[in-house]
């Protein structure tokens, strides 16, 4: 990006990775070396950064206002309960999905952030799109039988995500086994795809 840009664009640039410039008035142009007096939107600290360390994706952590009752706030709402005490000198945290109970090692910033997702969640989200409502956590593996019921017809269902993929679906009223064929089908041909993926 531009070596020297100008005071307006500084300024968007600044807000839009979260902090308020707390200098004195920027020169007309604004060089991406030069150190600028920042404030975090979201913790308040006040920061000296530069355009250039922005641009290479430098993030407030927001260390400062977090206590350790709060960052386990933050995790809950994320759907994770801390598996070890929060360590302020530690960009991730172990933690276990409240979901699945799988435990994964979660990067603050993206916890903070708001983004911060158990690989189960996906899945679900996965499932859902094919038509179907999850009634039991994450099996595990995609070719484990997931207990759903089908959001059409509300029957009872357990597709897996390989059949999913593959392209099966309910086949509503009463044809459960046309659909349960079309699920063995589906994992057969996975089944066909990884043996003639192997070495011999
Ligand atoms: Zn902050
Ligand atoms: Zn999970
Ligand atoms: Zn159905």
Wanted: hydrophobic share 35%.
């Amino acid at each position: 990006m531009a070596a020297r840009t100008t005071a307006h664009k500084a300024l968007k640039e600044i807000q839009a990775a979260g902090y308020r410039y707390a200098g004195t008035k920027l020169p007309a142009h604004v060089y991406a070396q030069l150190s600028l007096a920042v404030i975090c939107t979201v913790c308040a600290t006040p920061r000296t950064i530069s355009l250039n360390r922005l641009r290479n994706g430098t993030v407030c952590l927001h260390r400062s206002h977090v206590s350790p009752a709060g960052a386990a706030q933050i995790a809950r709402k994320a759907g994770f309960r801390p598996r070890e005490p929060y360590d302020q000198r530690s960009r991730s945290w172990t933690l276990d999905c409240l979901t699945c109970g799988r435990t994964h090692r979660i990067m603050w910033p993206t916890l903070l952030s708001g983004t911060a997702k158990c690989p189960c969640q996906e899945r679900a989200a996965e499932l859902r799109a094919a038509g179907y409502e999850p009634q039991a956590p994450y099996p595990g593996t995609a070719r484990q039988p997931w207990p759903s019921t089908c959001t059409t017809c509300k029957a009872a269902r357990t597709p897996s995500l390989t059949t999913i993929r593959s392209g099966a679906r309910c086949g509503h009223n009463g044809t459960p086994h046309a659909t349960a064929a079309a699920e063995r089908r589906g994992v057969r041909a996975e089944l066909r795809a990884a043996q003639g993926a192997r070495p011999q």
